[in-house]
């Protein structure tokens, strides 16, 4: 039970297949009790059938491009948790059409909002969840992708955005760390998710994966949600800044066929 006592809260969670999820669901088995947010009515009735699975589970709204929204949420816990001691933001997007195609066609409107929802909100959500988390070795985990490092066909101006993501773990390492606040994030391999349907070619990426990965597999909801378990534990206490590779050794190799 490595989380006994212990209260965190899951920023996106879609539904079952979600990493954030797998993350969730191995908090909850070791003890922590959890607070969910969801993402307008149609995501809320599968955070709500996921979040009765667990122990006396919190839910909310949370539209992480709307600051109100942000401080509310804040708020919500302080009253209703009082303390926090970890933080799963799984949140990204762009716009279908901006990962089709070339990334040099991106779209200004389409760069903008990537980077708002994808990256800009791990700063966003941290700066309203750390002031409750001073004094309690806090955690906060991200997930991010290859992508974010190098190119990867079709994941276009995701990428740039998991790379700023990245930096920002760097980053909001730096500042939290002196209240004791740890930052990480999980650089996942490709696992069939609500996100993943909306890359072209992802069955192509999962095979690659399959025959060229060190460990000759796909990772798992189970891989991911192990990790995410240990960066929120204190079993990970002396870590912080770091970008965690759950993708079965494929980060290392040189040259591979294209995906």
């Keep these: 039970m490595l989380l006994e006592g212990k209260k965190g809260v899951i920023i996106g969670v879609a539904n079952k297949r979600s990493l954030a999820w797998g993350i969730a669901n191995a908090a909850a088995r070791h ?37 109100d929204q942000i401080a509310s949420m804040g ?10 001691d970890f933080l799963i933001h799984a949140v990204a997007f762009a716009k279908r059409e901006e990962l089709d ?45 290859l992508g974010g ?13 998991k790379a700023a993501l ?26 069939k998710t609500l996100a993943a ?7 192509k990426i999962l095979e690659t994966y399959r025959n060229y990965a060190p460990l000759r597999r796909n990772v798992t909801q189970e891989d991911v949600g192990d990790t995410g378990l240990f960066l929120i534990s204190s079993l990970s206490r002396g870590i912080t800044g770091e970008v ?10 040189g040259f591979v066929p294209p995906v």
Excluded at 149 to 161: F, I, K, P
Excluded at 197 to 203: E, L, R, W
């Design 101 to 145: 195609g070339k990334f040099v066609d991106t779209s200004r409107e389409g760069y903008l909002l990537a980077q708002d929802v994808s990256s800009y909100s791990l700063t966003a959500v941290s700066r309203a969840v750390a002031p409750l988390m001073e004094g309690r070795e806090g955690s906060i985990v991200t997930l991010s992708y």
């Design 244 to 253: 965690i590779h759950v993708d079965a050794g494929f980060h290392v190799l």
């Design 149 to 161: 490092e190098r190119v990867v066909s079709n994941y276009n101006v995701m990428g740039v955005a």
């Design 197 to 203: 349907a909306g890359i072209h070619g992802f069955s």
């Design 166 to 191: 990245e930096m920002s773990v760097r980053y909001l390492a730096a500042d939290l760390g002196p209240q004791g606040i740890r930052v990480n994030a999980i650089s996942a391999g490709p696992v």
């Design 75 to 84: 708020d919500l816990l302080k009253r209703e948790f009082g303390t926090v």
């Design 31 to 67: 003890g922590a009790r959890l607070a969910f947010s969801y993402q307008g009515e149609r995501l809320k009735e599968n955070v709500e059938e996921l979040s009765a699975t667990v122990k006396d589970p919190l839910i909310f709204p949370l539209d992480v491009t709307k600051d």
